[in-house]
């Protein structure tokens, strides 16, 4: 069954794509929830049509995310966090803690666009994120976990 995505769709495609996917998950999950609708020949003539239209403010909007790509790339993020003994935490750094992070130092970017490396992490020590700021822009991000004094 083929689709075009309404929205991004996390392991499938990103918004405006037309998508493969098997009859069950399209009739059942994306088509009622919304998340995409049927790839007739009259919706894909509309679609090519709104992607043309979209192509030039799309270029303004990568222009952007490219701005704010490099301005991440300059940062040095330390996340402190308690530690028990060794270099073990009290509880776990994730996504939302580093979101929390890049907002004291002025870039607000949504939780859900940011992927810390290993998932959670639980010991001090360096690490990556991986920041998704448009389909075709995303940024590495190394930062830091110390002890709070």
Known sequence: MELILKHDVEGLGFKDDVVTVKNGYGRNF???GGKAILATVSARKVLAENLKQRAFK?????????AIAD????LD???SAKVGTGDKLFGSVNN????ASLEKAGHAIDKKFINVTGGNVKRLGKYNANIRLHRDVA???PFEIIAAS
């Open 30 to 32: 994306l088509i009622p």
């Open 71 to 74: 301005a991440l790339k300059g």
């Open 96 to 99: 939302i803690d580093l979101a």
């Open 58 to 66: 799309e270029k303004k909007i990568i222009d952007e995310a490219q």
């Open 77 to 79: 993020i330390k996340i």
């Open 139 to 141: 940024v590495d991000l």
